[in-house]
Protein backbone atom coordinates (compact mmCIF):
# COMPACT_ATOMS: atom_id res chain seq x y z
CA UNK A 1 0.00 0.00 0.00
CA UNK A 2 1.43 3.36 -0.97
CA UNK A 3 1.19 5.92 2.10
CA UNK A 4 2.10 9.33 1.33
CA UNK A 5 2.52 11.90 4.04
CA UNK A 6 2.03 15.81 2.77
CA UNK A 7 4.10 18.17 5.66
CA UNK A 8 3.38 21.56 5.70
CA UNK A 9 1.11 21.04 2.90
CA UNK A 10 -0.18 24.81 2.35
CA UNK A 11 -3.28 23.88 -0.04
CA UNK A 12 -2.00 20.56 -0.07
CA UNK A 13 -1.39 20.37 -3.77
CA UNK A 14 1.42 18.23 -3.81
CA UNK A 15 -0.38 15.49 -1.76
CA UNK A 16 -3.81 15.54 -4.07
CA UNK A 17 -1.29 15.12 -7.31
CA UNK A 18 0.18 11.64 -5.25
CA UNK A 19 -3.51 10.44 -4.78
CA UNK A 20 -4.22 11.54 -8.28
CA UNK A 21 -0.92 9.17 -9.37
CA UNK A 22 -2.18 6.00 -7.46
CA UNK A 23 -1.23 6.71 -3.98
CA UNK A 24 -4.03 4.92 -1.60
CA UNK A 25 -4.02 7.32 1.03
CA UNK A 26 -2.47 10.83 2.15
CA UNK A 27 -1.54 12.46 5.97
CA UNK A 28 -2.01 16.10 5.31
CA UNK A 29 -0.16 17.95 8.23
CA UNK A 30 -0.66 21.76 8.30
CA UNK A 31 -0.78 24.10 11.28
CA UNK A 32 -2.69 27.25 9.15
CA UNK A 33 -6.64 26.69 9.94
CA UNK A 34 -7.63 28.46 6.67
CA UNK A 35 -5.13 26.38 4.80
CA UNK A 36 -6.47 23.26 6.41
CA UNK A 37 -9.80 24.33 5.27
CA UNK A 38 -8.59 24.74 1.80
CA UNK A 39 -7.13 21.27 1.79
CA UNK A 40 -10.07 19.65 3.00
CA UNK A 41 -12.56 21.50 -0.09
CA UNK A 42 -9.63 20.16 -2.68
CA UNK A 43 -9.89 16.86 -1.78
CA UNK A 44 -13.98 17.12 -1.40
CA UNK A 45 -13.32 18.70 -5.23
CA UNK A 46 -10.98 15.73 -6.10
CA UNK A 47 -13.31 13.13 -4.88
CA UNK A 48 -10.57 12.15 -2.70
CA UNK A 49 -12.32 12.63 0.86
CA UNK A 50 -12.11 8.96 1.40
CA UNK A 51 -8.29 8.68 1.07
CA UNK A 52 -6.92 11.62 2.93
CA UNK A 53 -6.64 12.97 6.78
CA UNK A 54 -5.95 16.39 7.29
CA UNK A 55 -4.07 17.13 10.46
CA UNK A 56 -4.54 20.80 12.02
CA UNK A 57 -1.60 20.75 13.60
CA UNK A 58 1.91 21.90 13.81
CA UNK A 59 4.22 19.81 11.96
CA UNK A 60 6.58 18.96 15.54
CA UNK A 61 3.32 17.94 17.18
CA UNK A 62 1.92 15.50 14.35
CA UNK A 63 4.81 13.17 14.79
CA UNK A 64 3.56 11.86 18.05
CA UNK A 65 0.02 11.11 16.44
CA UNK A 66 0.74 9.66 12.66
CA UNK A 67 0.96 5.84 12.21
CA UNK A 68 3.17 5.17 9.17
CA UNK A 69 4.95 3.79 7.73
CA UNK A 70 5.29 6.12 4.97
CA UNK A 71 5.91 5.54 1.31
CA UNK A 72 6.41 9.36 0.09
CA UNK A 73 7.17 11.90 2.29
CA UNK A 74 6.37 15.56 0.50
CA UNK A 75 8.13 18.28 2.92
CA UNK A 76 7.90 22.45 1.87
CA UNK A 77 8.86 23.83 5.09
CA UNK A 78 9.17 28.15 5.26
CA UNK A 79 12.51 28.41 4.07
CA UNK A 80 13.92 30.54 7.57
CA UNK A 81 12.39 27.26 9.53
CA UNK A 82 14.91 25.89 11.62
CA UNK A 83 13.26 23.39 13.42
CA UNK A 84 12.63 21.61 9.97
CA UNK A 85 15.71 19.75 9.34
CA UNK A 86 15.67 18.31 12.91
CA UNK A 87 12.00 17.42 12.67
CA UNK A 88 12.90 15.18 8.97
CA UNK A 89 15.54 13.69 10.82
CA UNK A 90 13.29 12.98 13.94
CA UNK A 91 10.70 11.48 11.53
CA UNK A 92 13.44 9.22 9.17
CA UNK A 93 14.47 7.82 12.57
CA UNK A 94 11.11 6.81 13.50
CA UNK A 95 8.73 4.21 12.64
CA UNK A 96 6.86 6.39 9.87
CA UNK A 97 10.10 6.08 7.64
CA UNK A 98 11.32 2.55 6.50
CA UNK A 99 15.16 1.93 5.36
CA UNK A 100 14.92 1.51 1.37
CA UNK A 101 11.74 1.97 0.66
CA UNK A 102 10.69 5.70 2.08
CA UNK A 103 11.27 8.44 -0.51
CA UNK A 104 11.22 11.68 0.95
CA UNK A 105 11.24 15.35 -1.29
CA UNK A 106 12.20 18.16 0.61
CA UNK A 107 11.71 21.54 -0.91
CA UNK A 108 13.89 24.44 0.41
CA UNK A 109 16.14 27.60 -0.73
CA UNK A 110 18.56 27.10 -3.09
CA UNK A 111 20.57 29.75 -0.95
CA UNK A 112 21.64 26.26 1.23
CA UNK A 113 22.90 23.15 0.38
CA UNK A 114 20.72 19.76 1.47
CA UNK A 115 22.39 17.61 4.06
CA UNK A 116 23.85 14.81 2.68
CA UNK A 117 21.41 13.04 4.88
CA UNK A 118 18.42 13.32 7.07
CA UNK A 119 18.65 10.72 9.50
CA UNK A 120 18.36 7.17 8.28
CA UNK A 121 17.97 8.81 4.82
CA UNK A 122 20.28 9.71 1.88
CA UNK A 123 20.39 12.52 -0.51
CA UNK A 124 20.33 10.98 -3.93
CA UNK A 125 19.48 14.32 -6.32
CA UNK A 126 18.68 17.78 -5.90
CA UNK A 127 17.62 20.10 -8.81
CA UNK A 128 17.27 23.93 -8.21
CA UNK A 129 14.62 26.24 -10.09
CA UNK A 130 15.48 29.90 -9.33
CA UNK A 131 15.20 30.41 -5.95
CA UNK A 132 14.26 26.69 -4.64
CA UNK A 133 15.36 23.38 -4.75
CA UNK A 134 14.36 20.01 -4.72
CA UNK A 135 16.27 17.38 -3.06
CA UNK A 136 15.37 13.97 -2.81
CA UNK A 137 16.20 11.29 0.04
CA UNK A 138 16.02 7.35 0.16
Keep these: MSRVLDLYAGSGALGIEAISRGAQ?????????????????????????????VYHLQAG????????????????????DNTALPLLESLTASCLAEEGRTVLL???????????NLGR???????????????IYR
Excluded: M
Excluded at 32 to 50: H, K, M, Q, V, Y
Excluded at 63 to 78: I, S
Excluded at 106 to 116: N, T, V
Excluded at 124 to 134: C, K, L, P, T
Design 25 to 53: WCDFVEQDRAACDAIRENLRLTGFESQAH
Design 61 to 80: RALAKLTGPYTLVLADPPYE
Design 106 to 116: LEHSARHDPPA
Design 121 to 135: LALVNSRRHGDSAIS
